[in-house]
Nanobody, 124 residues
Framework: QVQVTESGGGLVQAGDSLRVSCAAS????????VGWFRQPPGKDREFVAG????????VYADSIKGRFSIARDNAKNAVVLQMNSLKPEDTAVYYC?????????????????WGQGTQVTVSS
């Protein structure tokens, strides 16, 4: 299984943009699905966005549609999550996950490999 590592989190102000990246190691993301999830303070982890590497099919949570976008970075064998117009409620630990056997991109249970997470904090 591919291993994943997140990077790019940080502290920003409301309205700013931030990009987080999920890098693959051990193998490429070919034939994999990659998902971004987040866990706000004191809440359960939730789906943010997902992408199928081969077809570039994407799915987004309603809460971030129009503000976030997920895409491949072929040169770096990574999947990036571009986050625009950030809000304080976007504050969370952001996790990347990957699997080569996904039916539903939004289903946490179907992902096999998880990263350690990267903190994103949005101040008001």
């Amino acid at each position: 299984q591919v291993q994943v590592t997140e990077s790019g989190g940080g502290l920003v102000q409301a309205g700013d943009s931030l990009r987080v990246s999920c890098a693959a190691s051990g193998r490429t993301f070919k034939n994999y699905a990659v998902g971004w999830f987040r866990q706000p303070p004191g809440k359960d982890r939730e789906f943010v966005a997902g992408l199928r590497w081969n077809t570039e099919i994407t799915v987004y949570a309603d809460s971030i549609k129009g503000r976030f976008s997920i895409a491949r970075d072929n040169a770096k064998n990574a999947v990036v999550l571009q986050m625009n117009s950030l809000k304080p409620e976007d504050t969370a630990v952001y996790y990347c996950a990957a699997s080569d056997a996904i039916v539903r991109l939004s289903s946490q249970e179907e992902y096999q490999s998880w990263g350690q997470g990267t903190q994103v904090t949005v101040s008001s």
